[in-house]
């Protein structure tokens, strides 16, 4: 293919992309609804599982955790070595900021990752 058809491929891939994306937006919009009303009708009623011809329920509970206050919490973590706590992700905006100024993190590498904008002509 010659760049001209690429180009317009790729934007009429990247519409359709969008298109199918705000599909997919509105339908969990509405499944987490009515999951929500689901949840809260199963539990008022002591319901734990459930069945129809269509499909099975059962609910469950799981404990997850926030950080209130992370110098708190990070300190801790350094503190007894407790770095499993955490997930092993960099945020890229301050490290560039950081890469800018110069400082470097120990353990920590960058690589430039080559971007294509896209815009209707």
């Known amino acids: 293919m010659e760049l001209h058809e690429l180009v317009d491929k790729a934007y ?19 499944f987490d609804a009515l999951e929500a009303e689901i949840i809260s009708l199963a539990s008022n009623t002591g319901v734990k599982t459930f069945g129809t011809d269509t499909a099975k329920i059962s609910l469950s509970e799981e404990t ?50 080559k971007k294509l904008s896209l815009r209707k002509a």
Not at 22 to 27: E, F, I, Q, R
């Open 12 to 30: 009429e891939v990247r519409e359709r992309k969008y298109a199918a994306s705000a599909v997919v937006k509105a339908l969990d919009e509405e």
């Open 64 to 113: 997850v955790f926030s950080s209130e206050n992370w110098e708190l919490t990070f300190a801790y973590i350094a503190e007894n070595e407790a770095f499993h706590l955490l997930k092993k992700s960099l945020n890229n905006a301050p490290l560039r900021d950081m890469l800018v100024l110069g400082e470097v993190v120990p353990g920590v590498s960058s690589f430039t990752k």
